[in-house]
Protein backbone atom coordinates (compact mmCIF):
# COMPACT_ATOMS: atom_id res chain seq x y z
CA UNK A 1 0.00 0.00 0.00
CA UNK A 2 1.29 3.20 -0.78
CA UNK A 3 2.38 5.11 1.84
CA UNK A 4 3.27 9.30 2.66
CA UNK A 5 6.77 10.53 3.84
CA UNK A 6 7.78 13.82 5.24
CA UNK A 7 10.04 15.88 6.52
CA UNK A 8 10.00 15.07 10.63
CA UNK A 9 8.04 11.94 10.40
CA UNK A 10 10.36 9.01 11.82
CA UNK A 11 10.60 11.68 14.70
CA UNK A 12 6.83 11.72 14.83
CA UNK A 13 5.67 8.31 14.76
CA UNK A 14 5.91 7.21 18.29
CA UNK A 15 5.66 10.64 19.83
CA UNK A 16 2.54 10.24 21.43
CA UNK A 17 4.39 7.35 23.41
CA UNK A 18 6.61 10.16 25.01
CA UNK A 19 4.07 12.80 25.81
CA UNK A 20 3.80 12.96 29.27
CA UNK A 21 1.08 12.12 31.21
CA UNK A 22 -0.66 15.19 33.17
CA UNK A 23 -3.43 15.21 35.56
CA UNK A 24 -6.79 17.46 34.36
CA UNK A 25 -7.29 19.45 37.48
CA UNK A 26 -11.11 20.54 37.94
CA UNK A 27 -11.82 24.70 37.87
CA UNK A 28 -15.16 24.38 38.48
CA UNK A 29 -18.46 22.53 37.67
CA UNK A 30 -21.74 24.91 35.71
CA UNK A 31 -25.00 24.54 35.36
CA UNK A 32 -27.14 21.50 37.07
CA UNK A 33 -27.81 17.17 35.96
CA UNK A 34 -25.59 14.69 35.56
CA UNK A 35 -22.04 14.93 35.38
CA UNK A 36 -20.01 13.99 31.88
CA UNK A 37 -19.30 17.11 29.70
CA UNK A 38 -16.24 18.18 30.27
CA UNK A 39 -14.41 21.36 28.58
CA UNK A 40 -10.60 21.40 29.60
CA UNK A 41 -8.24 24.16 28.45
CA UNK A 42 -5.03 22.94 27.23
CA UNK A 43 -2.71 21.73 24.02
CA UNK A 44 -4.83 18.69 22.96
CA UNK A 45 -1.75 16.47 22.80
CA UNK A 46 -1.86 16.49 25.99
CA UNK A 47 -5.22 16.51 27.20
CA UNK A 48 -5.83 13.54 24.58
CA UNK A 49 -3.41 11.40 26.62
CA UNK A 50 -4.59 12.22 29.95
CA UNK A 51 -8.06 11.03 28.56
CA UNK A 52 -6.94 7.61 27.96
CA UNK A 53 -7.73 6.28 31.36
CA UNK A 54 -11.30 6.93 32.09
CA UNK A 55 -11.97 7.05 27.78
CA UNK A 56 -9.88 4.91 26.14
CA UNK A 57 -12.23 2.82 23.52
CA UNK A 58 -15.36 4.01 25.10
CA UNK A 59 -15.93 7.39 22.11
CA UNK A 60 -18.47 6.92 19.81
CA UNK A 61 -18.01 9.90 17.52
CA UNK A 62 -15.15 12.35 17.28
CA UNK A 63 -15.26 15.55 15.62
CA UNK A 64 -12.43 17.60 14.51
CA UNK A 65 -11.86 20.86 12.40
CA UNK A 66 -7.65 21.29 12.96
CA UNK A 67 -5.93 24.22 11.37
CA UNK A 68 -6.68 23.96 7.48
CA UNK A 69 -3.01 24.91 7.08
CA UNK A 70 -4.01 27.48 4.69
CA UNK A 71 -0.86 30.12 4.75
CA UNK A 72 -3.45 32.50 6.99
CA UNK A 73 -4.01 31.09 9.91
CA UNK A 74 -0.89 31.81 11.91
CA UNK A 75 -1.05 28.62 14.04
CA UNK A 76 1.91 27.50 15.57
CA UNK A 77 3.78 24.35 15.69
CA UNK A 78 5.01 24.05 19.17
CA UNK A 79 5.08 20.32 20.27
CA UNK A 80 7.81 18.91 22.59
CA UNK A 81 9.48 16.59 19.62
CA UNK A 82 13.13 15.70 20.61
CA UNK A 83 14.31 15.99 17.13
CA UNK A 84 16.98 18.48 15.86
CA UNK A 85 14.89 18.74 12.20
CA UNK A 86 11.54 19.57 14.63
CA UNK A 87 13.28 21.90 17.26
CA UNK A 88 14.18 24.29 14.32
CA UNK A 89 10.26 24.80 13.98
CA UNK A 90 9.31 25.10 17.09
CA UNK A 91 7.44 27.88 18.25
CA UNK A 92 7.62 29.38 14.93
CA UNK A 93 4.70 30.56 13.56
CA UNK A 94 3.36 28.41 9.94
CA UNK A 95 3.37 31.10 7.12
CA UNK A 96 2.30 31.61 3.26
CA UNK A 97 3.63 28.60 1.67
CA UNK A 98 5.88 30.87 -0.53
CA UNK A 99 7.34 31.92 2.73
CA UNK A 100 8.07 28.53 4.39
CA UNK A 101 8.19 25.30 2.26
CA UNK A 102 8.01 22.68 5.44
CA UNK A 103 4.40 24.02 6.04
CA UNK A 104 2.97 20.86 5.21
CA UNK A 105 5.68 18.99 7.19
CA UNK A 106 5.25 20.90 10.02
CA UNK A 107 1.55 20.10 9.87
CA UNK A 108 1.53 16.30 9.67
CA UNK A 109 3.58 16.42 11.92
CA UNK A 110 1.18 18.07 14.33
CA UNK A 111 -1.45 16.36 13.31
CA UNK A 112 0.01 12.37 13.21
CA UNK A 113 0.57 11.86 17.18
CA UNK A 114 -3.10 13.39 18.41
CA UNK A 115 -4.51 10.87 15.61
CA UNK A 116 -3.14 8.42 16.99
CA UNK A 117 -4.20 8.93 20.05
CA UNK A 118 -7.73 9.76 19.12
CA UNK A 119 -7.51 6.23 17.41
CA UNK A 120 -7.39 4.63 20.86
CA UNK A 121 -10.03 6.83 21.93
CA UNK A 122 -12.49 5.36 19.24
CA UNK A 123 -14.77 2.69 20.24
CA UNK A 124 -15.15 -0.47 18.27
CA UNK A 125 -18.61 1.23 17.08
CA UNK A 126 -17.29 4.39 16.65
CA UNK A 127 -16.32 6.67 13.81
CA UNK A 128 -13.78 9.99 13.46
CA UNK A 129 -15.07 13.06 11.09
CA UNK A 130 -12.93 15.50 10.17
CA UNK A 131 -13.48 18.61 8.18
CA UNK A 132 -10.43 19.36 5.72
CA UNK A 133 -10.42 21.61 2.50
CA UNK A 134 -8.10 21.18 -0.54
CA UNK A 135 -4.57 22.24 1.53
CA UNK A 136 -4.20 19.15 3.54
CA UNK A 137 -6.63 17.11 1.84
CA UNK A 138 -5.02 14.54 -0.46
CA UNK A 139 -2.33 14.64 2.91
CA UNK A 140 -4.45 13.82 5.63
CA UNK A 141 -6.40 10.67 3.38
CA UNK A 142 -3.10 9.11 3.38
CA UNK A 143 -2.07 9.50 7.07
CA UNK A 144 -5.76 8.50 8.03
CA UNK A 145 -5.27 5.35 5.72
CA UNK A 146 -1.97 4.57 7.33
CA UNK A 147 -3.73 5.34 10.97
CA UNK A 148 -7.32 4.12 10.92
CA UNK A 149 -6.72 1.42 8.25
CA UNK A 150 -7.48 1.99 4.64
CA UNK A 151 -10.65 -0.88 4.87
CA UNK A 152 -11.85 1.29 7.85
CA UNK A 153 -12.37 4.27 5.20
CA UNK A 154 -15.68 4.75 5.11
CA UNK A 155 -16.50 8.17 2.99
CA UNK A 156 -15.59 11.79 1.96
CA UNK A 157 -18.65 14.28 2.44
CA UNK A 158 -18.70 17.56 0.47
CA UNK A 159 -20.01 20.64 2.60
CA UNK A 160 -21.40 23.60 0.46
CA UNK A 161 -20.16 25.68 2.95
CA UNK A 162 -20.27 28.87 0.67
CA UNK A 163 -23.58 30.56 0.74
CA UNK A 164 -23.11 32.81 -2.65
CA UNK A 165 -20.36 32.12 -5.54
CA UNK A 166 -17.05 34.12 -5.12
CA UNK A 167 -17.28 36.01 -8.45
CA UNK A 168 -13.66 37.18 -7.87
CA UNK A 169 -11.59 34.12 -7.82
CA UNK A 170 -9.21 33.42 -10.51
CA UNK A 171 -10.56 29.99 -11.43
CA UNK A 172 -12.92 28.67 -9.43
CA UNK A 173 -15.39 29.89 -6.38
CA UNK A 174 -14.37 27.49 -4.02
CA UNK A 175 -17.61 26.51 -2.68
CA UNK A 176 -17.06 23.22 -0.28
CA UNK A 177 -15.20 21.33 2.28
CA UNK A 178 -14.83 17.77 2.50
CA UNK A 179 -15.41 16.21 5.76
CA UNK A 180 -13.39 12.81 5.82
CA UNK A 181 -15.06 9.72 7.81
CA UNK A 182 -13.27 6.82 9.27
CA UNK A 183 -14.49 3.81 11.49
CA UNK A 184 -12.36 2.37 14.38
CA UNK A 185 -13.91 -0.94 12.73
CA UNK A 186 -15.73 -0.55 9.69
CA UNK A 187 -17.93 -3.72 9.94
CA UNK A 188 -18.92 -2.29 13.28
CA UNK A 189 -20.15 1.16 12.60
CA UNK A 190 -23.67 1.83 11.49
CA UNK A 191 -24.99 5.09 9.73
CA UNK A 192 -28.15 5.95 11.38
CA UNK A 193 -30.62 6.85 8.51
CA UNK A 194 -31.62 10.74 8.58
CA UNK A 195 -35.68 11.46 9.61
CA UNK A 196 -37.60 11.80 6.37
CA UNK A 197 -38.58 15.47 5.71
CA UNK A 198 -42.55 16.50 5.04
CA UNK A 199 -42.11 16.37 1.76
CA UNK A 200 -41.06 13.28 1.32
CA UNK A 201 -43.84 12.29 4.11
CA UNK A 202 -46.26 13.93 2.07
CA UNK A 203 -46.11 11.60 -0.51
CA UNK A 204 -47.27 8.69 1.37
CA UNK A 205 -50.99 8.40 1.33
CA UNK A 206 -53.53 6.63 2.63
CA UNK A 207 -56.69 5.92 0.02
CA UNK A 208 -58.19 3.13 0.58
CA UNK A 209 -57.99 3.26 4.55
CA UNK A 210 -55.29 1.02 4.98
CA UNK A 211 -55.31 0.55 9.42
CA UNK A 212 -51.53 0.27 8.88
CA UNK A 213 -51.20 4.26 8.13
CA UNK A 214 -49.90 5.59 4.78
CA UNK A 215 -48.06 4.39 1.79
CA UNK A 216 -46.30 4.38 -1.11
CA UNK A 217 -46.92 2.54 -4.23
CA UNK A 218 -43.82 0.59 -5.96
CA UNK A 219 -44.25 -0.66 -9.24
CA UNK A 220 -42.98 -4.94 -8.72
CA UNK A 221 -42.11 -5.65 -12.06
CA UNK A 222 -38.80 -4.42 -13.64
CA UNK A 223 -38.99 -1.55 -16.74
CA UNK A 224 -36.90 -0.99 -19.62
CA UNK A 225 -33.51 -2.01 -19.18
CA UNK A 226 -33.40 -2.74 -15.17
CA UNK A 227 -32.39 -5.89 -13.68
CA UNK A 228 -35.34 -8.71 -12.47
CA UNK A 229 -36.42 -12.37 -13.17
CA UNK A 230 -38.45 -14.00 -15.40
CA UNK A 231 -41.74 -15.64 -14.10
CA UNK A 232 -44.99 -16.07 -14.13
CA UNK A 233 -47.13 -15.09 -11.06
CA UNK A 234 -50.42 -15.70 -9.11
CA UNK A 235 -51.85 -14.03 -6.13
CA UNK A 236 -53.80 -15.60 -3.69
CA UNK A 237 -56.80 -15.22 -4.83
CA UNK A 238 -55.92 -17.03 -8.31
CA UNK A 239 -55.28 -13.56 -10.41
CA UNK A 240 -52.49 -14.36 -12.97
CA UNK A 241 -50.09 -12.56 -14.40
CA UNK A 242 -48.36 -14.04 -17.36
CA UNK A 243 -44.48 -14.42 -17.75
CA UNK A 244 -42.69 -10.76 -16.99
CA UNK A 245 -39.49 -10.02 -16.10
CA UNK A 246 -40.27 -9.24 -11.94
CA UNK A 247 -38.20 -6.99 -9.81
CA UNK A 248 -38.77 -8.52 -6.71
CA UNK A 249 -38.11 -12.87 -6.28
CA UNK A 250 -41.37 -15.23 -6.41
CA UNK A 251 -40.92 -16.01 -2.55
CA UNK A 252 -40.60 -12.03 -2.00
CA UNK A 253 -44.11 -11.55 -4.13
CA UNK A 254 -46.02 -14.45 -2.13
CA UNK A 255 -44.69 -12.98 0.65
CA UNK A 256 -46.21 -9.71 -0.14
CA UNK A 257 -48.91 -11.17 -1.50
CA UNK A 258 -49.83 -12.96 1.85
CA UNK A 259 -49.27 -9.67 3.73
CA UNK A 260 -51.66 -7.86 2.08
CA UNK A 261 -49.44 -5.61 0.58
CA UNK A 262 -49.88 -6.28 -3.19
CA UNK A 263 -52.88 -3.58 -5.26
CA UNK A 264 -53.60 -4.81 -8.48
CA UNK A 265 -54.21 -2.31 -11.19
CA UNK A 266 -55.09 -4.14 -14.71
CA UNK A 267 -52.50 -5.58 -15.42
CA UNK A 268 -49.40 -4.49 -13.17
CA UNK A 269 -49.28 -5.28 -9.90
CA UNK A 270 -47.41 -2.62 -6.77
CA UNK A 271 -46.35 -3.16 -3.12
CA UNK A 272 -47.87 -0.73 -1.00
CA UNK A 273 -44.38 0.55 0.87
CA UNK A 274 -45.77 1.89 4.12
CA UNK A 275 -44.65 4.56 6.33
CA UNK A 276 -43.53 2.95 9.00
CA UNK A 277 -41.46 0.72 7.17
CA UNK A 278 -39.14 3.30 5.86
CA UNK A 279 -36.38 3.39 8.52
CA UNK A 280 -35.50 7.24 6.79
CA UNK A 281 -33.00 8.46 4.18
CA UNK A 282 -29.88 6.90 4.20
CA UNK A 283 -26.89 9.94 4.54
CA UNK A 284 -25.65 11.10 1.30
CA UNK A 285 -22.42 12.27 0.62
CA UNK A 286 -23.06 15.61 -0.70
CA UNK A 287 -23.94 18.13 1.92
CA UNK A 288 -25.81 21.14 0.93
CA UNK A 289 -28.51 21.14 3.47
CA UNK A 290 -26.71 21.76 6.20
CA UNK A 291 -26.21 25.46 6.69
CA UNK A 292 -23.25 27.39 5.49
CA UNK A 293 -20.23 29.40 6.70
CA UNK A 294 -21.88 32.50 6.69
CA UNK A 295 -25.13 31.22 8.75
CA UNK A 296 -22.27 30.11 10.97
CA UNK A 297 -21.05 33.40 12.23
CA UNK A 298 -24.72 34.79 12.43
CA UNK A 299 -24.89 32.36 14.89
CA UNK A 300 -21.60 33.67 16.45
CA UNK A 301 -23.32 37.06 16.43
CA UNK A 302 -26.35 36.16 18.41
CA UNK A 303 -24.71 34.29 21.05
CA UNK A 304 -22.03 37.26 21.50
CA UNK A 305 -23.52 39.97 19.85
CA UNK A 306 -21.00 40.53 17.19
CA UNK A 307 -18.17 38.06 15.69
CA UNK A 308 -16.09 37.13 17.96
CA UNK A 309 -14.68 34.08 15.98
CA UNK A 310 -13.38 33.71 12.74
CA UNK A 311 -14.32 30.04 12.03
CA UNK A 312 -17.18 28.33 13.38
CA UNK A 313 -18.77 25.62 12.03
CA UNK A 314 -22.70 25.85 10.98
CA UNK A 315 -25.12 23.90 14.04
CA UNK A 316 -26.74 21.78 11.35
CA UNK A 317 -23.53 20.66 9.77
CA UNK A 318 -22.77 19.09 13.15
CA UNK A 319 -25.64 17.84 13.86
CA UNK A 320 -26.14 16.05 11.06
CA UNK A 321 -23.06 14.48 12.46
CA UNK A 322 -24.42 13.46 15.51
CA UNK A 323 -27.52 12.09 13.84
CA UNK A 324 -25.66 9.68 11.58
CA UNK A 325 -22.84 8.20 14.02
CA UNK A 326 -24.27 8.81 17.69
CA UNK A 327 -27.20 7.07 19.66
CA UNK A 328 -28.86 8.88 22.85
CA UNK A 329 -26.06 7.88 25.37
CA UNK A 330 -23.09 8.19 23.09
CA UNK A 331 -19.87 10.20 24.37
CA UNK A 332 -19.17 12.92 21.76
CA UNK A 333 -15.49 14.71 21.32
CA UNK A 334 -13.85 17.57 19.27
CA UNK A 335 -10.41 18.19 20.42
CA UNK A 336 -10.04 21.31 18.10
CA UNK A 337 -13.18 22.97 19.89
CA UNK A 338 -13.00 26.27 18.83
CA UNK A 339 -16.01 28.44 19.33
CA UNK A 340 -18.10 25.20 20.68
CA UNK A 341 -20.36 24.30 18.48
CA UNK A 342 -19.94 20.78 18.93
CA UNK A 343 -20.95 20.98 22.31
CA UNK A 344 -24.09 23.81 21.32
CA UNK A 345 -25.24 20.93 18.57
CA UNK A 346 -25.11 17.90 21.37
CA UNK A 347 -27.01 20.11 24.05
CA UNK A 348 -29.56 21.06 21.59
CA UNK A 349 -30.17 17.65 19.97
CA UNK A 350 -29.89 15.92 23.80
CA UNK A 351 -32.90 18.50 24.41
CA UNK A 352 -35.42 17.65 21.26
CA UNK A 353 -34.57 13.80 21.23
CA UNK A 354 -34.62 13.37 25.36
CA UNK A 355 -30.96 12.31 24.87
CA UNK A 356 -28.32 11.51 27.49
CA UNK A 357 -24.91 12.32 24.73
CA UNK A 358 -21.86 14.08 26.49
CA UNK A 359 -19.12 15.72 25.42
CA UNK A 360 -15.61 16.56 25.82
CA UNK A 361 -14.05 19.61 24.21
CA UNK A 362 -10.47 20.65 24.28
CA UNK A 363 -9.32 24.47 23.22
CA UNK A 364 -5.83 25.40 23.45
CA UNK A 365 -6.52 29.22 23.08
CA UNK A 366 -7.08 31.15 26.47
CA UNK A 367 -10.86 32.04 24.88
CA UNK A 368 -11.40 28.08 25.95
CA UNK A 369 -12.73 30.19 28.83
CA UNK A 370 -14.40 33.25 27.57
CA UNK A 371 -15.50 31.81 24.13
CA UNK A 372 -15.97 28.28 24.28
CA UNK A 373 -17.21 27.54 27.65
CA UNK A 374 -19.38 31.32 27.85
CA UNK A 375 -20.86 29.66 24.69
CA UNK A 376 -21.89 26.87 26.35
CA UNK A 377 -22.89 28.62 29.36
CA UNK A 378 -25.02 30.76 27.22
CA UNK A 379 -26.73 27.64 25.54
CA UNK A 380 -26.95 25.66 29.01
CA UNK A 381 -28.79 28.96 30.37
CA UNK A 382 -31.10 30.44 27.29
CA UNK A 383 -29.52 33.93 25.18
CA UNK A 384 -31.40 36.62 23.10
CA UNK A 385 -33.37 38.63 23.90
CA UNK A 386 -36.96 39.66 22.68
CA UNK A 387 -38.14 37.76 19.43
CA UNK A 388 -34.52 36.25 19.27
CA UNK A 389 -34.61 34.69 22.61
CA UNK A 390 -33.47 31.35 22.44
CA UNK A 391 -34.84 29.50 25.30
CA UNK A 392 -31.72 27.04 27.54
CA UNK A 393 -30.88 23.46 26.83
CA UNK A 394 -30.42 23.18 30.66
CA UNK A 395 -27.33 20.87 31.61
CA UNK A 396 -24.00 21.00 33.26
CA UNK A 397 -20.33 21.04 32.34
CA UNK A 398 -17.05 20.80 33.93
CA UNK A 399 -14.06 22.98 33.02
CA UNK A 400 -10.61 21.32 33.40
CA UNK A 401 -6.99 23.13 33.22
CA UNK A 402 -4.04 20.63 32.27
CA UNK A 403 -2.24 19.95 35.52
CA UNK A 404 0.82 18.79 36.34
CA UNK A 405 2.88 15.83 34.95
CA UNK A 406 1.98 12.35 37.13
CA UNK A 407 5.24 11.17 36.90
CA UNK A 408 8.48 13.76 37.23
CA UNK A 409 11.95 12.64 36.74
CA UNK A 410 10.83 9.12 36.78
CA UNK A 411 9.15 10.10 40.60
CA UNK A 412 5.82 9.98 41.37
CA UNK A 413 4.69 13.77 41.47
CA UNK A 414 3.75 14.03 45.16
CA UNK A 415 1.53 17.00 44.21
CA UNK A 416 -0.77 14.57 42.34
CA UNK A 417 -3.67 13.55 44.49
CA UNK A 418 -3.71 9.83 44.96
CA UNK A 419 -6.46 8.81 43.45
CA UNK A 420 -5.70 9.86 40.19
CA UNK A 421 -2.13 7.51 40.86
CA UNK A 422 -4.88 4.92 41.41
CA UNK A 423 -6.77 5.24 38.11
CA UNK A 424 -3.94 6.01 36.20
CA UNK A 425 -2.13 2.66 37.41
CA UNK A 426 -5.17 0.59 37.11
CA UNK A 427 -5.59 1.55 33.50
CA UNK A 428 -2.01 0.96 32.73
CA UNK A 429 -2.33 -2.59 34.23
CA UNK A 430 -6.02 -3.13 32.28
CA UNK A 431 -6.96 -1.13 29.77
CA UNK A 432 -9.70 -0.12 32.02
CA UNK A 433 -11.16 2.42 34.00
CA UNK A 434 -10.54 2.50 37.75
CA UNK A 435 -14.04 0.49 39.62
CA UNK A 436 -16.17 2.88 41.88
CA UNK A 437 -15.84 0.63 44.55
CA UNK A 438 -13.06 -1.66 45.79
CA UNK A 439 -13.40 -4.61 48.08
CA UNK A 440 -13.12 -2.49 51.15
CA UNK A 441 -8.92 -2.88 51.61
CA UNK A 442 -7.61 0.18 51.34
CA UNK A 443 -4.63 -0.65 48.87
CA UNK A 444 -7.22 -2.70 46.59
CA UNK A 445 -7.66 -0.78 43.17
CA UNK A 446 -9.94 -3.52 41.39
CA UNK A 447 -10.25 -7.19 39.89
CA UNK A 448 -9.71 -7.43 36.47
CA UNK A 449 -9.82 -11.10 34.29
CA UNK A 450 -9.00 -12.68 37.62
CA UNK A 451 -6.29 -10.78 38.98
CA UNK A 452 -6.58 -8.84 42.10
CA UNK A 453 -4.46 -5.51 42.04
CA UNK A 454 -3.23 -3.96 45.03
CA UNK A 455 -1.09 -0.37 45.06
CA UNK A 456 0.78 0.21 49.01
CA UNK A 457 1.54 4.00 48.31
CA UNK A 458 2.09 6.30 51.18
CA UNK A 459 3.95 9.78 49.86
CA UNK A 460 5.21 10.17 53.12
CA UNK A 461 6.81 6.97 54.13
CA UNK A 462 8.19 3.61 52.01
CA UNK A 463 5.56 1.12 52.11
CA UNK A 464 6.58 -2.85 51.90
CA UNK A 465 5.39 -6.05 50.85
CA UNK A 466 5.51 -8.19 54.07
CA UNK A 467 4.03 -11.03 55.64
CA UNK A 468 1.58 -8.32 57.79
CA UNK A 469 0.07 -6.51 54.55
CA UNK A 470 -0.26 -10.42 52.65
CA UNK A 471 -1.97 -10.92 55.97
CA UNK A 472 -4.41 -8.20 55.36
CA UNK A 473 -5.49 -9.16 52.35
CA UNK A 474 -8.78 -11.82 53.00
CA UNK A 475 -10.67 -11.45 49.41
CA UNK A 476 -9.35 -14.35 47.41
CA UNK A 477 -8.14 -14.06 43.52
CA UNK A 478 -6.43 -16.22 41.01
CA UNK A 479 -3.63 -13.97 41.07
CA UNK A 480 -2.24 -10.76 42.65
CA UNK A 481 -0.17 -7.72 41.62
CA UNK A 482 0.88 -5.57 44.21
CA UNK A 483 2.85 -2.03 43.74
CA UNK A 484 4.70 -1.08 46.57
CA UNK A 485 8.33 0.35 47.42
CA UNK A 486 9.56 -2.89 48.94
CA UNK A 487 9.50 -6.08 49.25
CA UNK A 488 10.82 -8.35 51.75
CA UNK A 489 8.81 -11.55 51.02
CA UNK A 490 11.30 -14.71 49.63
CA UNK A 491 10.48 -15.13 45.44
CA UNK A 492 10.05 -18.36 46.02
CA UNK A 493 6.92 -17.45 48.84
CA UNK A 494 5.38 -14.82 45.17
CA UNK A 495 5.90 -17.57 43.44
CA UNK A 496 4.03 -20.37 44.96
CA UNK A 497 1.26 -17.71 45.60
CA UNK A 498 1.12 -16.25 42.38
CA UNK A 499 1.96 -12.84 43.18
CA UNK A 500 3.89 -10.50 41.04
CA UNK A 501 5.26 -7.84 43.06
CA UNK A 502 6.07 -4.49 41.28
CA UNK A 503 8.13 -1.69 42.30
CA UNK A 504 7.59 2.23 42.84
CA UNK A 505 8.06 3.75 40.58
CA UNK A 506 10.58 1.47 38.14
CA UNK A 507 7.18 -0.95 37.62
CA UNK A 508 5.05 1.72 36.73
CA UNK A 509 3.96 1.65 33.08
CA UNK A 510 4.65 4.65 30.81
CA UNK A 511 2.22 5.10 27.91
C1 LIG B 1 -11.03 25.79 12.91
S1 LIG B 1 -11.12 26.05 14.58
C2 LIG B 1 -12.46 25.01 15.09
C3 LIG B 1 -13.78 25.68 14.97
C4 LIG B 1 -14.92 24.90 15.57
N1 LIG B 1 -15.24 23.74 14.80
C5 LIG B 1 -16.14 25.79 15.72
O1 LIG B 1 -17.19 25.45 15.17
O2 LIG B 1 -16.04 26.82 16.38
C6 LIG B 1 -9.72 25.19 15.21
C7 LIG B 1 -9.53 25.38 16.71
O3 LIG B 1 -8.56 24.45 17.15
C8 LIG B 1 -7.74 25.07 18.11
N2 LIG B 1 -6.47 24.34 18.16
C9 LIG B 1 -5.46 24.35 17.25
N3 LIG B 1 -4.45 23.56 17.65
C10 LIG B 1 -4.84 23.03 18.85
C11 LIG B 1 -4.21 22.16 19.76
N4 LIG B 1 -2.99 21.67 19.52
N5 LIG B 1 -4.86 21.82 20.89
C12 LIG B 1 -6.10 22.32 21.14
N6 LIG B 1 -6.74 23.18 20.31
C13 LIG B 1 -6.12 23.53 19.17
C14 LIG B 1 -7.59 26.48 17.61
O4 LIG B 1 -7.21 27.35 18.66
C15 LIG B 1 -8.99 26.76 17.07
O5 LIG B 1 -9.79 27.35 18.05
Request: with cysteine; proline share 4%; hydrophobic share 35%.
Amino acid sequence: MPSLTWIGKDAVLNHHLDVPYRVLEKKYDFGDGEPGNKIIHGDNLEALKSLLPEYEGRVKCIYIDPPYNTGNENWVYNDNVNSPKIKKWLGQVVGKESEDLTRHDKWLCMMYPRLKLLQKLLSNDGAIFISIDDNELANLKLVCDEIFGANNYVAQVIWKRKRGRDNSARWFSKSHESLLIYAKTKDNFNTSCLELDEETKKAYRNPDNDPRGDYRMLGTWARGTQGGVKYSFETKDGKKFKERLWLFSKENLEKLDQDDKLIIRGDNIYRKMFLYENKGKIPETVWDDVSNAANASDEIKRLFGKIIFDTPKPIPYITRILQIATDKSSIILDSFAGSGTTAHAVLNLNKQDGGNRKFILVEMEDYAETITAERVRRVIGGYGEGKNAVEGTGGSFSYYELGPELLKDGFINEDVPEQTIREYLYYTETNQALPQSNNGHPAHLGNFEGVAYYFLYNKDETTTLDATFLASISKKADRYVIYADNCIMPQKFLFDHDITFKKIPRDIRRF
